[in-house]
């Protein structure tokens, strides 16, 4: 399973740098991919869509590089952007975050399976038309979680709401 999700990654990573790489960018961009580190994202690489005036909604893979351990992420999210204004775009450089996330977290003889609600007032930061660093921060909530294999002392410890918190850094693609 290790071995799928490495190769995924690295597919991926390399048909966003071959798109990247080809496209022209423009003003107000309709796809953008973006790298960060979040929680519950971890080292996540994104892609967005941009629709109507002020609305995105897009899909980010995370994992965590750690010895002996794989831990990945998948998330869904809405965004609306609702205040301020940039030089760089017509989009408003405040928005609102709201999405599902999925966390698995496989170690030895056992492997936590974790589903998200979060919600996330972020502003971007836009470097040039298009490109620009993204901060948010927030709430998720835990919907769900289920344990596989060995139990231990700690296998209810989880809290049902944690920060959320993620910075990216994002580029138009097309």
Request: charged content about 20%; overall charge positive; hydrophobic content about 45%.
């Amino acid at each position: 399973m290790k071995d799928k999700i490495n190769s995924s990654f690295y597919i991926l990573l390399l048909i966003i740098i071959f798109f990247s790489s080809s496209m022209k960018s423009f003003g107000q961009e309709k796809v953008n991919i973006s790298a960060g580190i979040g929680l519950p994202e971890l080292l996540n690489l994104g892609l967005r869509y941009h629709f109507l005036e002020q609305a995105q909604i897009g899909i980010c893979f995370g994992f965590m590089p750690l010895k002996n351990e794989s831990v990945i992420s998948v998330s869904g999210d809405v965004y609306y952007h609702f205040a301020g204004l940039s030089k760089f775009s017509v989009r408003r450089p405040w928005y609102g975050r709201l999405g599902l996330n999925y966390l698995r977290d496989e170690l030895n003889m056992k492997i936590d399976k974790f589903t998200y609600f979060n919600m996330r007032i972020g502003r971007e930061f836009h470097i040039s038309k298009g490109s620009r660093i993204e901060i948010d921060a927030g709430a998720i909530i835990q919907l769900s979680y289920e344990r596989e294999g060995t139990s231990s002392i700690w296998a209810n410890f989880y809290p049902s709401v944690m920060p959320g918190v993620g910075i990216r850094v994002a580029f138009p693609i097309i």
